[in-house]
């Protein structure tokens, strides 16, 4: 097997790693908000909330995608205002496949995160209150402190999934070289073309290299910041 990478492979690594870096980032936010809404909050429809962030997870990866073809199309209600109004286009961009991955990799983020969040205890933010700490002092030096390891969780997991993330991808932008083919979108297009076995050994072996380094990170990541923990007495 020929294992040296042409220019472009590195093509479609190199999109990869910034789709699924611009992904995270982007959905980082709003899936901490999420996270803290379900965890601390009381209010109607939750549990409607509760299933709509982890219906990525159940629905084929096919619907996800042709929802967001109709949302963000061009003719779509989203990605009409979008181009009419700042001239942005999703589809058969990169971005659209940025925003497909973070869409796929919201409910892994959310849970890491919410699991994180259930397990402060809340009488140490009720101490620093009490103590004359603010809302927002409270916030930044005690609850998101105690909540980094499954913030970092739920960074690498939705990198990880970010980097396999296909159906959705291929619906919403499809498959265009050197925009939105990814490492598993170019395993698919090379398994359609006959004798191109290498090409697809090199990109699974890749992907598989890329998704367990991200996982072995966030473990590490996860079990540092709790040895911290543990030495400051939080």
Do not use: C
């Amino acid at each position: 097997m020929d294992v040296a990478l042409s220019p472009e492979d590195w093509s479609v690594i190199g999109l990869s790693l910034k789709v699924s870096l611009v992904a995270v980032a982007a959905m980082l936010p709003v899936a901490f908000a999420l996270a803290w809404a379900l965890a601390r909050w009381r209010f109607p429809g939750k549990l409607l909330l509760d299933a709509l962030v982890h219906l990525p997870l159940v629905v084929p990866p096919v619907v996800t995608g042709w929802l967001l073809l109709l949302l963000f199309g061009i003719n779509g209600p989203v990605g009409a205002w979008l181009d009419r109004s700042f001239g942005i286009t999703l589809l058969f961009r990169w971005t659209g496949a940025a925003l497909a991955a973070a869409i796929m990799a919201m409910p892994l983020m959310v849970r890491a995160i919410r699991l994180s969040i259930e397990t402060i205890d809340i009488r140490l933010e009720q101490a620093a209150e009490t103590l004359g700490a603010s809302r927002a002092r409270t916030f930044f030096t005690i609850s998101l402190p105690l909540a980094l390891p499954g913030i970092l969780a739920g960074m690498m997991l939705g990198f990880a999934r970010s980097l396999g993330e296909f159906g959705a991808t291929i619906t919403f932008v499809s498959d265009v070289p050197g925009e939105t083919r990814t490492l598993p979108i170019a395993i698919y297009a090379a398994l359609q073309v006959p004798g191109a076995e290498d090409s697809v050994t090199r990109f699974a072996i890749l992907s598989i290299l890329l998704s367990l380094g991200a996982l072995l990170l966030s473990e590490m990541l996860a079990r540092r910041v709790g040895r911290k923990r543990v030495a400051h007495g939080l």
